[in-house]
């Protein structure tokens, strides 16, 4: 309040030294005070340079005015001058997030306690419901969903929960964990899973980037940003099970990110693949499909450790599914998912999202749009 007064007091003074008596300069000078108040209050980045400002004036109480050339210089010296005032965080800290967050050291010590719940939510207290974060001494730069397809994990779970937000909070994001599970009783189809927290994720944050991340997977390097760029990118790169070689060049799974528009010009993830296996060698032919190329990092950041789990049962016709992918591209994905909401719950540590799947209803539907 002082600061307001003076800074009120100073600007008065200026202008009745000057002898500005007409009615539009003097409704001019309100705007002004109003305008400043304003800044003050809500922009905590530019109460210094104001401070600084006013100070300037104070120091020239005893001048006949303060010079046109020293308040341009100011404005040039300062960042008054190029102020961005956003409305929509009016609290938040309106400096861009660095580049580069500070504090990444790279290669980390990955946690393998298997915590319960209430014990991580404590190390977490930061996280507001639905395990979303967005850092209060900085404007994000990314707008990140992590989706989880899941099924009776929940060791896996924990342990990736316990880990991945502490990594999170690191790089400076403005991130939701969404954790994606189908009912018992609907054989597991991961890549639709994928679909559906696309699109619910979309209903409750304006996300620009995704990470399609299983559950089992656990980074070992904060300097693997989790974040989109120009092009999808696979994450997952080096994993110690695989003794951190890439198998094969065409590999998209595991994790992988991709921004809200390149995820829809492929039109999502194909809905056909039920079982295990072929729904990421589809997504790698529909990036290329549509003249996109993929991007990873160093095998030395892009590294990951994998839980242990039983293998899953293979899909017996991904093979045909892969070989006449093609053909569903624009049938297959986003503009034909059909599934069930059963319940939306926003935990401390993650959106949890249950839905049901109607196999038989989702393979007549393609078959259909594939007649036509």
Not at 90 to 99: A, E
Not at 106 to 121: C, F, P, Q, V
Not at 223 to 230: D, F, I, M, R, V
Request: with cysteine; hydrophobic share 40%.
């Amino acid at each position: 309040m002082p600061d307001i007064l003076r800074c009120c007091f100073s600007f008065a003074k200026l202008f009745t030294m000057n002898n500005i008596r007409s009615k539009v300069l003097q409704w001019i000078v309100v705007l002004i005070l109003l305008l400043l108040g304003y800044v003050m209050i809500y922009n905590q980045s530019a109460v210094l340079n104001f401070k600084s400002f006013f100070n300037l004036v104070w120091a020239n109480k005893n001048s006949r005015r303060l010079s046109i050339f020293q308040f341009r210089k100011y404005l040039a010296d300062s960042s008054i001058g190029s102020l961005n005032i956003n409305f929509s965080s009016s609290h938040r800290n309106t400096t861009l997030c660095p580049i580069i967050p500070p504090g990444l050291v790279g290669s980390i010590t990955i946690n393998r306690d298997i915590l319960s719940y209430k014990a991580i939510e404590d190390k977490n207290r930061e996280l507001q419901p639905g395990g979303c974060y967005s850092p209060s001494n900085c404007t994000p730069r990314h707008h990140v969903a992590i989706l989880i397809p899941y099924r009776d994990r929940q060791s896996h779970l924990k342990l990736f929960l316990q880990n991945i937000h502490p990594f999170l909070r690191k790089q400076q994001l403005d991130y939701g964990i969404f954790v994606i599970e189908l009912v018992s009783d609907v054989k597991f189809n991961r890549a639709m899973l994928f679909n559906i927290g696309f699109v619910e994720a979309l209903k409750l944050h304006n996300y620009n980037c995704f990470i399609f991340h299983d559950v089992d997977l656990i980074p070992e390097n904060d300097l693997n940003l989790y974040t989109c760029s120009e092009r999808p990118r696979h994450m997952s790169v080096a994993i110690d099970k695989m003794k951190y070689r890439l198998p094969y060049n065409q590999l998209f799974g595991g994790v992988s990110a991709m921004t809200k528009e390149q995820f829809e010009t492929v039109n999502g993830f194909s809905n056909s693949y039920f079982g295990w296996g072929g729904e990421d060698d589809d997504m790698y032919n529909r990036i290329a499909h549509n003249k996109m190329s993929i991007i990873r990092y160093s095998s030395e950041v892009a590294r990951y450790k994998m839980m242990s789990h039983a293998k899953e049962s293979p899909n017996p016709v991904r093979g045909t599914l892969l070989k006449d992918g093609q053909k569903r591209f624009k049938i297959d994905g986003l503009n034909s998912l059909q599934y069930e909401v059963l319940q939306v719950t926003r935990r401390k540590l993650f959106t949890w999202i249950l839905v049901n799947i109607n196999e038989k209803a989702v393979k007549d539907a393609i078959e259909a749009a594939m007649k036509l």
